[in-house]
């Protein structure tokens, strides 16, 4: 199964790297979209299907945990995985946002195999396809 995948960061460079994670990770993705804020994340849902969501908090127009709100409060939407990527620490947020629904949190930087562990943890590793993909370094957004 190739996924179809949202990236969602206010910076166009942080998406780009997460797109290139994506691809050096060895899973197999079909697609991927982005958004710039969680209101552009909220549209391209109701859009198409995704079978998982990679956001940030801090951006624009609404943030990451306020698009993981709203996701939680829509019945369909709340089955789509989210997948916090963020610099910020704060424990108490990290727990708010578990308590929301998230299934995991990746840190910055994050190396491209954390990113495919992470779609395997989430997702099952039935789910996940793998491709033959070069090893990287450090992907640092």
């Known amino acids: 199964m190739s ?6 960061d206010d910076s166009a460079v942080v998406r780009s790297v997460v797109r290139k994670a994506l691809g050096m990770s060895g ?29 940030d908090l801090n951006m624009p127009e609404m943030s990451g945990v306020e698009m993981v709100r709203a996701m939680a409060a829509d ?19 990290i727990d708010e946002l ?10 910055k930087p994050f190396r491209p195999e954390s990113l495919r562990d992470t ?11 793998s491709v033959a993909a070069p090893r990287a370094s450090e992907v640092h957004p």
């Open 98 to 107: 578990r308590r929301l629904g998230i299934r995991a949190y990746l840190k």
């Open 75 to 93: 019945d369909l939407l709340a089955t789509v995985p989210v997948v916090i990527i963020s610099s910020d620490r704060d424990p108490s947020r």
């Open 3 to 8: 996924l179809s995948v949202l990236v969602v």
């Open 27 to 55: 899973v197999a993705v079909s697609e991927v979209h982005e958004a710039g804020s969680g209101l552009q994340a909220l549209r391209v849902l109701g859009e198409r299907w995704i079978d998982i969501v990679f956001a």
């Open 119 to 129: 779609l395997h943890e989430v997702l099952g590793s039935a789910a996940v396809q």
